[in-house]
């Protein structure tokens, strides 16, 4: 039974969810739930129930002292929901957690009646994936869906994916079945750089997300934090001649198969955000994906994951879009 006793009526609701673990490459994207709940303080008005969903074996619940008592925090998903005013005020539904162990289907029926319940009209599932891409160059973001004529509407892909999929696809599609408008955005993370954290990815996603939604996403320290982290990469593989090679290798594959792709759509929505912040921006300015900013901490380069010492080259780019996504 759902209860949302105490959560007022929501204006034109969005749900927003990400999900640390398979689909969360460098942390991306529930870094990006994350930051939007902080900066909107968001108000938490569930959780599920973690017996139904977690192995506690897999995810440990943790132990914490708190004015001298013990207490347990156990693994789970928790839904808040925060309050955008402006000119043009919309509420999200933010949904944090980590991907469940089991029972997927009840897993997004449950989600899904609270979307039901709060009258959400769009759900927009966030993912991270690990790619074949500079960490020089703008994060790809690649925004799909399985209803043709959202894609049409939105400027999305209509998703081909066919494999193995995590709770991202399995929600996205359970929202399609339903009836429920869904989007995925997917950040596209180098996978010779993949620790956490990736603050320019998640900058990324949430530019992209601002574009979607048609909200100004405050960024606070974001757009340093990825420009840091940028310098800190650079340096790293600066050291590696090896890296070097490959970073450059990845560089030029990349401007190659985007050359044609200048497009003026591209350069107005930039222009369109742009002008969304400049009555607004503060001290930290206008920050679009490219202009990395990064944390305090080092970044760790990594061999790819097939275990070969040495990354392996691109093939070379044949015009074709080859960065596909997971839905």
Known sequence: MIELEGVPELVDPVMVAAFEGWNDAGDAAS???A????????????????????????????????????KITWPTTRLSVVRVGGDKPRDLVLVRGIEPSMRWRSFCNEL????????????????????????????????????????????LEETKYEGPTGIVGIL???????????????AAVPHYVSQPPNPKATLAL??????????????????EDARAWQVGVDQLAAEDTEV???????EEARDTAELPEASGE???????????????????????????????????????????????????????DEESSED
């Not at 902080?38 to 619940?61: M, T």
């Not at 070097?244 to 990845?250: H, K, P, T």
Request: hydrophobic share 35%.
């Open 35 to 70: 930051h939007l709940d902080k900066e909107w303080k968001g108000e938490v008005f569930a959780a599920l129930d973690a017996e139904d969903y977690y192995d506690f074996q897999v995810n440990r619940p943790t132990v914490f002292m708190e004015d001298g008592v013990r």
């Open 244 to 250: 070097a090679e490959y970073v450059q290798s990845l």
């Open 31 to 33: 870094t990006a739930v």
């Open 172 to 186: 996205q599609e359970a929202c399609t079945h339903a009836g429920v408008p869904a989007v995925s955005l997917w």
């Open 112 to 155: 899904l009646g609270f979307a039901h319940e709060l009258g959400v009209e769009l759900v927009v599932v966030l993912g991270a994936l690990l790619g074949d891409t500079p960490h020089t160059r703008p994060v790809p973001i690649s925004g799909t869906t399985s209803d043709a004529d959202l894609a049409r509407r939105m400027d």
């Open 266 to 320: 591209a350069i107005a929505r930039e222009f369109e955000r742009y002008l969304r912040r400049r009555d607004g921006s503060g001290p930290g300015g206008h920050a679009t994906a490219d202009g990395g900013d990064g944390p305090s901490g080092t970044p760790f380069l990594r061999d790819n994951p097939s275990g070969r010492t040495r990354p392996p080259r691109p093939p070379k780019p044949s015009g074709d």
């Open 206 to 223: 949430l530019n992209r997300l601002e574009d979607l939604i048609g909200v100004r996403v405050p960024l606070g320290e974001l757009p």
